[in-house]
């Protein structure tokens, strides 16, 4: 069963702006990752943060996690038109396997 | 580094005809590979954990006698749908961890299977 639900469901921005997503899950885990999907390909892994990190920088990305809300946000600076795309949450429990939540669309017109 | 590909990319059979889908990791071991399933605009949903030189392991709900998944190597590993119908059309997507590394999946491209 999916555990992420990211909110909001699609998200439209221009060339610029900052962009945020969120994503809430259930039980406890161990890492929470972020993944970007363009429309009919694969998942590229954008970051990976751990139950005991609070955030975490990857270029323009910005990575918070915070395990009492059992929440996690993806900021995105100065959005280019080249990251539309759809945005997944997932999370490990310690099985190695990952649980996707609903994703995030996120249009950047330029 | 840490490439996985997927082939083929796209299919087209008839209902009743079997599909093998390859799942290769180019560059790196992978003694784990896992096999999705994705709707259009929805999420992934994990179909089946593949282990090197054992058998997969299958979600709650997904027929393994209509998925069967092979993992021979530590670099290939296959998904053959059997008997396809058209509501098994979908996107199929493959992932693999690498040896060393106990948290992140690398992902194919993925198979777009259109039974018809």
Redesign the interface.
Known sequence: SQQGEEDPQALSIQEGENATMNCSYKTSINNLQWYRQNSGRGLVHLILIRSNEREKHSGRLRVTLDTSKKSSSLLITASRAADTASYFCATSAGSYQLTFGKGTKLSVIP | GAV?S?HPSWVICKSGTSVKIECRSLDFQAT?M?WYRQFPK?????MA?SNEGSKATYEQGVEKDKFLINHASLTLSTLTVTSAHPEDSS?Y?C?A?AHLS?????????T?LTVL
Request: proline fraction near 4%; glycine fraction near 8%.
């Open positions: 996985v997927q784990t896992f929805q999420s992934l949903m994990l954990t996107f997507i992932s961890r106990t948290d992140t999946q690398y992902f194919g491209p993925g777009r």
